[in-house]
Structure formats: structure tokens, C-alpha cells
């Protein structure tokens, strides 16, 4: 279009004759139809060379011109140098220098042919001749350099399309390791997330992330890129390791990691991309990482409320069951009384004692429960023995440890600093669930020994035992594990409220499989001899009072 415009001006050019306005402008209509039909060829055959067409008639377009008017010799210098700028930048360099020669050819051409007072000055000739191909290197250069620019752009687009941001953060990451290693051609690429103080390998393109433990040490490179919050690149043998902190307002979240084959480093631009494409990653990964809590949250608060609604019901069961029980054995005894013998009375109100007992256990469960979450619980630790603490428990829990063979294993002389009724409700709970599940006839051992500053105490049952994967759990407020048909379940806040009252003391609470069937829960308080020798806080202090 622009060819079009300049032969529709020409004829209007003052100081032309007619003859050189018509020439110059079928000069230039006839370099606007070749290029039209070149383009309009290549447009339908892909392989057709329209662009290394259309440069030489440009160019031979400006040699006509200067045979027309020899005095456009220094004009023509400019459009050489501007159409070998351009057909360098679009076509290449060996096109671009191609074009330098036949320009220079075609400057001398028209220098010698034209008057002598319309020549050019030979060192402006040479000169030119010496800049054309200077030029055509320079917009080679420019070229490339726009060209790595676009493809780096295109590259990073791409990687970036290929992130799905999806509230799994997994595959989230995943997805951001295998984009990064297809868009910089690396052997393996992968992220690593900081946790505290630490980076911890999250996902890698290959599948195995073993191959970002050693850089991920203090000393290794992902670590140092973390530290510094700049890109390190460091050799490993027989390849380089590139480490690219992820950043978020300057604050670094992790590292963008990858391997590439051989000692050398990548490329600059890859490393730019890999830079560039960091910066986005890391923003990408925040989102999916808050997806992943929100996710995490709506999941503990449906958990939360499935469990409460089994709480409720099973604590509405539990009290009912005793409740029904003393209710039935009383309604019995009041209406045959005088049929019933002694003994059989003896029997029938020894059970509804029982179920009271039972009864009144829950409901102080339930209070514990709620001191517990109200955070009222306040500790008045002393000097208490052991082995009294457990025979006073066998002792009230006799009614229900009756079908079962009892055995104590706790030295005289062992005592702990801690708070009495604390220690007897988790003695009493976890005494009362040996007995649930455990079957009649089977044995339930106590025992207790000094373990340096602590005192281990122990509850043995032979009961179906607890399976590996709930042996945290079964902590947890609300959480019961599945259980044998024969057993029982509970309210679900025993083991729960156990453990607080044992880590308000500084302990902690634990339950072991047996090789046999059966469970181990152990539990510590503090050595009351060691409490006596240490002088820093008590239980008393650490649980707040």
C-alpha cells in the first residue's frame, strides 16, 4: 500500500519531466505487483521463498530509480541501507548480506553510469560499501535478540498455560515441575517448599524428587538460593544444577529447581526463562496453596460436625443404657420385693450400684470434657505413690474389672509430682477401656518403672489391639476406631481428655500393638524424686493455675 501511495505521488513531483515521473512510478507499481504476487504465493504454498523475491526487486526498484535521476544517487544510499535493515531482520543474515552486495554492486553501477557532475564522492562510495554489511550484522543481531525474546515469551506462555491451578496443591505443583523442565529442555525440574527454616522437596517432573536432597542441605545449592534470594547455578558431576528462589512480595516460599545435562549451565536465556517464569510459579503455587486450606478446613469442619452429631448420639445412648438398667432393677425390686430372696434383692442392687457408678463415671467424663475445652482445667500437683494410686483405682473399678484377671507390676517405693484427681481419671479410663474390650476371663496388667526424670505407667490388655493407622487417632476428640463385633464403644472423649490432662503435666500418652493381640497404652508424669531435684517450674506452673 505504501509503494501505491509513493507512484500515485510521483506524478505530481515538481521538477520531473514527464518521462521521469512515469518511469519512477513503474518502477514502483512494478515492485508492488511482484511483492503482492510473492506474498500472495507464499500466503498458499509455504515453501515458496516470497520474502528472498520480493528483497532483490526492492532493491533493483532503488537501482532503476537512480538510473532515472542520477541526482537520487545519496537518497538511494539511505533506502539500501533501510531495505537490507529490513530484509536482514525478516529474512536472515545471509539474505541481509546477499543484499549489502548487490547494492553496493548496483551504488557503483549508477556511479559510473551517471554524469560526472552527478557522481558520487568515492570515499562516501566506500564508506557505504563498509556500513552495508555493518548494518546488515547490527539488524541481525537486533533480530535475534527480538526473536529469543518472542520465543522466550511464547515459551513462558506456554508453561504457564500448561499450570492447572486446581485445589489440589499436589498436582498443582506437579504440574508447575513437569511445564518448567519441557519449556527449558532440562533433564529434571522440580519444586521445593520452605517448611520453617528447611526446604522440603514437594514434586519434580521425573516422578522421583530424591535427586533434590543433597541440594536442599544447608550447604547445597537450593538452600544457598533460598538463603541469598538469588539464582545460583552450580555443577554436580556430570551435570549443572540451577536453584531459582520463588517469591512472593520478596519473600521466599521455595525453589524452582532443575538439572541440566553436562557441566556447562544453560543457556542464558534459559536461565532468564526459568527466572521469569519463577516469579509467576510462585504466585500460581500461594493460590493453590490457599485452595489447599480452604480445601483442609471445610474437611475438619464437616469431619468436626459428622463426629460431634456421633457424639451426641453416643452419649445419649451411653447415659440412657445404665439409666435404663438402674430404672428396670429398681421397678423389679419394688414390685417383688417380698417375693424376691435376700440374696436375689443382694444381686439386683448390686447391679443398679453398678450402673450408677457407670452412670456417674460418664457424666464426669462429660464435665471433664467440658472444663477441657473451656480451658479451666487447674492442676494442684503433690507427691503422690503409685502403687496406691493404681490399688485404690482396681479397687473402685472392682465391679467392672470383676471378669478379669488383674495383675500389678508397680514398685512400692515409685512415686510421681502430679495432680491426684488428674491421674486417677486417666488411670480409670484407660482401665475402663481394657475392660470393654478385652474378653472375659482375659488379663489386664498395670505396671510402672523409672525412666530417668519420668515414670512410665502401663495398662496391658488382650483385646483385639488398635490398628497401626489409628494408634494417633484414637486421641483425637470424638474419634473411635473400629472395633471388635464383641466390644463396646464409648462416648469417644476418654483418650482425648487423657492426653490433655497427661501433657498439662509434661507427659505424653502412647499406645504399642502387642505380637499377640492386645494393646500397650503407656503414659509418664514427672519422677517426683527428679521434681524435688530440679529447680525450675512444677506441673503446677505449666498448666497454668
Known sequence: MLAVAVAVAIPFAPGLTRAERFALAGLVLGYAALAAVFDEIGARRTRFPATPLSAPAGVATIF????????????????????????????GIR??????????????????????????????????????????????????????????????????????????????????????????????????LREEDRLVPAASSSGRPEWMSDGAR??????????RRETVVAPDGRRSLVAVPLRVSGEPIGVLAAAFSGTGGPARDDLTLLETYAEQAALVIVQAQAFE??????????????????????????????????????????LHWERLPDERRRELLVRASGNADELNRLVGQLLDFARIEAERVRLEPEVLTVRVLVETALEELGAVLERHRIEVDVPESLAVMAD??????????????????????????????????????????????????????????FYQAPVHASARKGTGIGLGIARTLVELHGGRIWVEGLPAPGSTFSFTMPDASASDRAPGATPAAAAGA
Open 64 to 91: 532503476g530509480a537512480t538510473l532515472v535521476l542520477p541526482e537520487l544517487q545519496p537518497v538511494a544510499l539511505v533506502f539500501y541501507v533501510v531495505a537490507v535493515a529490513f530484509y536482514t531482520a525478516i529474512g
Open 95 to 192: 539474505l541481509g548480506l546477499g543484499l549489502a552486495a548487490v547494492a553496493v554492486g548496483g551504488a557503483v553501477t549508477a556511479h559510473l553510469l551517471a554524469p560526472s557532475d552527478e557522481q558520487l564522492e568515492p570515499l562516501a562510495l566506500a564508506a557505504f560499501a563498509v556500513l552495508l554489511p555493518a548494518v546488515a550484522a547490527a539488524a541481525e543481531f537486533l533480530a535475534r535478540s527480538r526473536r529469543r525474546t518472542a520465543e522466550r515469551l511464547a515459551r513462558l506462555h506456554d508453561a504457564l498455560r500448561a499450570v492447572s491451578v486446581t485445589p489440589d496443591l499436589q498436582a498443582t505443583l506437579d504440574s508447575i515441575a513437569e511445564s518448567s523442565a519441557a519449556a527449558v529442555g532440562a533433564a529434571a525440574a522440580g519444586i521445593l
Open 218 to 227: 544447608d550447604t547445597g545449592p537450593f538452600a544457598r538460593a533460598m538463603k
Open 293 to 334: 486450606r480452604e480445601r483442609q478446613a471445610a474437611e475438619q469442619l464437616a469431619e468436626a460436625d459428622r463426629l460431634k452429631g456421633e457424639f451426641l448420639g453416643m452419649v445419649s445412648h451411653e447415659l440412657r443404657t445404665p439409666l435404663t438398667v438402674v430404672k428396670g432393677v429398681v421397678d423389679t425390686v419394688l
Open 420 to 477: 491426684a484427681d488428674a491421674l486417677a481419671h486417666v488411670l480409670t479410663n484407660l482401665l475402663v477401656n481394657a475392660a470393654r474390650f478385652a474378653p472375659p476371663g482375659s488379663l489386664i496388667m498395670v505396671s510402672a518403672r523409672d525412666a530417668d526424670d519420668e515414670v512410665v505407667i502401663s495398662v496391658v490388655d488382650e483385646g483385639p489391639g488398635v490398628a497401626p493407622d489409628d494408634r494417633e487417632r484414637i486421641f483425637e476428640r
